[in-house]
């Protein structure tokens, strides 16, 4: 089937785009019957399953792929059942509201040789019904998020009458996500990592979406994403990290392992009562944020109000509005002090650079000061005005 599609898709576009489409009656517009889910592949709730459509005026097919819809919590935990315990590739279809409960464990059960694919398609909604994470992910394993909400627990939300425990979504050791768009929101944690938790050796790489309105409780860090062990891994190419909130330090993001930072924009977050409302870099991992492109703009934090650093920050490009910005929408501010783009504890490493010693290694231009209040703008390691 797959075969086909590609030889009838080129045919399509060479036919079509360039010459026009031929058929017994000469050059024409295409009348297509519905899609329907084409035989001996019928679509299923996990797999490819592809769809057939016909012209009536000429016969041509076309194929493409196109998973069933997920639209209830039933029909979510029949795909659930048919993954479980299996590698390969596998896409859902998330459409309509789909409540489903918390995972203790990995989601689809351990992977312990080959490797396991999930990709997260559709325009619903899957939502957290009980404590625990939404999606768990083990070793050898990687989901991919590119359309639905994912929505944690939190009381009020969804009829739910307790906040939660876990972060929405959980890496463990050995475990990916690839944030391609959709949304990680609204998960209220009691323990590190509102929206996203990133064990030590776990991956998350965020091309768009956005992470939103979690919360950690309490001594929890953390709001939106919060990173454990010195080789977890966060690279942020695109996406918003917004609207979240810590009860200690890392409204936005609080990074012990390494922490990229191509593009994006990390803005609105807060840790009102601790350290770093947009980034907290911690000096357990000990963490490192490189900041090669994007915005830090909007957070709050008791201090550091943009980004406080205990482990190392390296600035390469990117900007971190302060207090000296016209628009009050982008300043970052802190509640005491002048801390509000940026705070570096005593023994931390805070530097503007450039990657381009050798192999790569960091040469720094300049330390980057204690305390900084004005908004850092730097373009490949210098200052601007
Ligand atoms: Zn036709």
């Known amino acids: 089937m797959k075969t086909t599609f ?4 080129f045919a399509v576009i060479i036919g079509c785009t360039l010459v026009g489409c031929k058929s017994p009656s000469g050059t024409h517009t295409h009348t297509w019957s519905p899609w329907e889910p084409c035989a001996p592949t019928p679509a299923t709730l996990v797999s490819e399953g592809d769809q057939e459509r016909a012209c009536s005026g000429c016969g041509e097919t076309v194929t493409r792929f196109a998973a ?23 896409t859902l279809n998330i459409e309509g509201s789909v409540g489903k409960a918390g995972s203790a464990t990995a989601t689809f059960g351990a992977t312990p040789s080959g490797s396991l694919t999930i990709t997260l398609k559709g325009s619903g909604k899957l939502y957290l019904t009980s404590q625990e994470s939404l999606l768990r992910m083990g070793a050898n394993q990687t989901l991919i998020i590119d359309g639905p909400v994912l929505e944690g627990l939190a009381t009020g939300q969804n009829n739910a009458t307790q906040n939660n425990n876990r ?5 463990e050791t050995g475990g990916n996500f690839t944030m ?10 009691s323990s590190n990592g509102g929206g996203v938790y990133v064990s030590d050796g776990g991956k998350f790489t965020m091309n768009g ?40 330090s890392g409204g936005g993001v609080s990074a012990n392992g390494t922490f990229t930072m191509e593009g994006g924009t990390i803005s609105g977050n807060s840790a009102p009562s601790n350290f770093g409302g947009g980034v907290y ?12 492109g994007g915005i830090i703009s909007g957070n709050n934090g008791a201090t550091g109000g943009g980004v406080y650093i205990s482990g190392t920050f390296y600035l390469v490009t990117g900007t971190i509005y302060g ?46 000061e204690g305390s900084i209040s004005n908004t850092i703008k730097v373009v490949d390691g210098e200052l601007q005005s």
């Open 6 to 9: 590609k030889v009838l898709a």
């Open 180 to 189: 391609n768009g959709g949304t990680i929101s609204a998960n209220t944690s």
């Open 281 to 292: 870099v911690s000096n357990s991992g000990p963490g490192t944020f490189i900041m090669n």
């Open 209 to 248: 979406g956005t992470i939103s309105g979690n919360s950690t409780s309490g001594t929890s860090s953390g709001g939106g994403v919060y990173m454990v062990g010195s080789t977890s891994e966060f690279t942020m190419s695109g996406g918003t990290i917004t609207g979240n909130t810590a009860g200690n």
């Open 167 to 171: 972060a929405a979504l959980y890496i």
């Open 68 to 90: 069933l819809p997920i639209d209830t919590g039933a029909k979510w935990i029949e795909a659930e059942g048919l993954i479980t315990g299996n590698t390969g590739n596998y």
């Open 323 to 368: 207090s000296n910005e016209a628009d009050p929408a982008l300043r970052n501010t802190n509640n005491s002090g002048t801390t509000a783009a940026l705070y570096k504890g005593t023994t931390a490493t805070a530097q503007r650079g450039t990657f381009t010693g050798p192999g790569d290694s960091w040469e720094s231009k300049a330390n980057l």
